[in-house]
């Protein structure tokens, strides 16, 4: 049969002015605001963006851009839940390579304050850093509600943002399936400051066996509070992140399923090179691995050669014990049999570059769930989990760029940057998504929340064609949900049939739904 596409299914698993009546001899001055402006192409939204007069766009459709878009002003950019695209991103929404991609990035920002809210930005493989967004020195970029996904390359790094020296705020948001060089989902440079909260990074690769960080790599200054780091995958050091001479304060945060593959290890995370200092609060660190050519996989977090300036506080570690206050080591079996941790997973080989299977051995991946009310995805707890309950209040905000950033245990507050501040009036009192984080003893990692039973539906990389709705990295449902598949087949291939990837057949409807 030709073009026979595979379907593996593990289902173990606008402002207004304000007139008032006033006296004859009062002279009302009101500045100008600016427009608001709809767009739904892509010559309206480069005409919008370059009008000085516009301080809001509203896009109103999905956008397919023809050329990288610089922005050097000030501006405000409402996707209302449409996505912004390069022609052909880097990589297909099945998370491998695309043939031929655009080699060019969505957003150039160069100057100003830049706001961009619930928009899906892809990328290009560009030929320079960054192929979702860039972001120069001097700038200061929101993004509130936004995914960037699909964007980048082995050839250039930050596959999905390249901070260079801004002040850069993530607020509920996706970074999925980007790759790059190194920094596969962001890179932080040259001073630059990022804020991340209530995000979630997953299915993101470094590329080169000389770089690190598939989720992101810092060398500048870095604030993370309230996210996921979940099946992230380096070709070096740090499945999730590379700290490589930066500064990090990460609080209240999940890293699992992360996978560091080559001569190094670091399965989650790395910090060292010169003046690499790290500050670890109330997170959990389980089922992160290595391996060195894809026949086994050992579990860990760090290695105790990258643990450079890492001071951990009442964290769970789980592949090995690393030096700290209060930490717990985690003795789950590697396959994940006895998880007393997460809601669920499953084993599942790990993917090469290009997404085809690297070597033959297995690996245990917890759940990644989006919860009713959340935009963002997370690895949703167990009920009974020893991560609830086990956690200490923490202080955290990014002050618009100056933070503030502490905890609490032994009866005082404890600031771990300078401000002086009073912590109490910053405690976190939310977790990931939006939940109430308990007063007195929240839980350890992302989240608040335990989560019944959840499936996986996987997409099996295959020659004649792609698939929409599935991916190699896997999806994650609820029990009960509705999932459809489309396979388009390349030319000269037709569609056969959808089997278990054993050779049983399951449906031959396209779409196929269950």
Not at 165 to 186: A, D, E, K, P, S
Not at 322 to 341: E, P
Not at 372 to 386: I, N, Q
Not at 434 to 447: K, M, N
Request: with cysteine; charged share 10%; proline share 3%.
């Amino acid at each position: 049969m030709r073009g026979k596409m595979k379907k593996l299914l593990s289902s173990v698993v606008a402002v207004a002015m304000l007139l008032a009546t006033l006296p004859m001899t009062a002279f009302p001055v009101f500045a100008g605001v600016g427009n608001t402006v709809s767009v739904s192409t892509y010559a309206e939204l480069t005409s919008a963006i370059s009008d000085a007069a516009t301080s809001t766009i509203d896009v109103s459709a999905d956008i397919v851009v023809d050329a990288q878009i610089s922005i050097a002003r000030s501006v405000t950019i409402n996707g209302n839940g449409h996505t912004i695209s390069v022609p052909v991103p880097g990589f297909s929404d099945a998370g491998t390579y695309n043939t031929s991609p655009s080699a060019f990035r969505v957003f150039n920002i160069t100057a100003g304050t830049v706001t961009i809210e619930n928009a899906t930005i892809k990328g290009g493989a560009a030929t320079g850093y960054g192929s979702g967004i860039y972001v120069s020195s001097g700038v200061t970029l929101n993004l509130s509600g936004v995914t960037i996904s699909n964007s980048g390359s082995a050839s250039q790094p930050g596959g999905g943002i390249c901070n260079n020296g801004g002040t850069v705020f993530l607020n509920n948001c996706n970074i999925i399936r980007n790759g790059g060089r190194y920094g596969g989902g962001f890179l932080n440079l040259s001073n630059g400051k990022m804020f991340i909260e209530n995000c979630s990074f997953s299915e993101n690769r470094s590329l080169s066996s000389s770089g690190g960080g598939g989720a992101g790599e810092n060398k500048a200054y870095l604030y993370v509070n309230n996210s996921t780091f979940s099946n992230n995958k380096s070709t070096e050091l740090g499945g999730a992140i590379n700290n490589y001479t930066g500064t990090g304060y990460i609080l209240n945060s999940t890293f699992s399923g992360n996978v560091s593959v080559g001569n190094t290890n670091a399965g989650a995370m790395r910090s060292g090179g010169t003046g690499a200092s790290l500050f670890l609060v109330n997170d959990i660190f389980a089922y992160n691995y290595t391996s060195t050519n894809g026949t086994t996989y050992a579990l860990n977090d760090f290695n105790t050669g990258h643990w450079s300036g890492v001071t951990a506080y009442n964290c769970i570690f789980h592949g090995s014990i690393c030096t700290g206050t209060d930490i717990t080591q985690y003795a789950g079996a590697a396959n994940g049999s006895d998880d007393s941790i997460f809601t669920g997973g499953s084993t599942s080989q790990v993917l090469a570059a290009d997404g085809s299977l690297y070597g033959d051995a297995t690996i245990y991946q917890p759940y990644l769930a989006k919860v009713a009310g959340s935009v963002t995805t997370s690895v949703p707890l167990k009920s009974g989990s020893t991560a609830l309950g086990a956690a200490i209040p923490t202080a955290f905000t990014n002050g618009n760029g100056a933070p503030v950033v502490g905890y609490y245990a032994s009866s005082a507050w404890t600031e771990l940057t300078s401000t002086g501040a009073n912590l109490s009036q910053y405690q976190v009192t939310t977790d990931q998504n939006g939940s109430a984080r308990d007063a007195s003893t929240p839980a350890l990692g992302a989240v608040e929340s335990t989560v019944g039973s959840l499936s996986m539906v996987k997409v099996n990389k295959v020659t004649g064609g792609t698939v929409i709705g599935g991916s190699v990295f896997g999806d994650t449902y609820a029990n009960g949900d509705d999932v459809t598949l489309t396979a388009i087949p390349d030319n000269g291939y037709q569609f056969t049939k959808w089997d278990n990837g054993s050779g049983t057949q399951l449906s031959t409807d396209n779409p196929y739904s269950f």
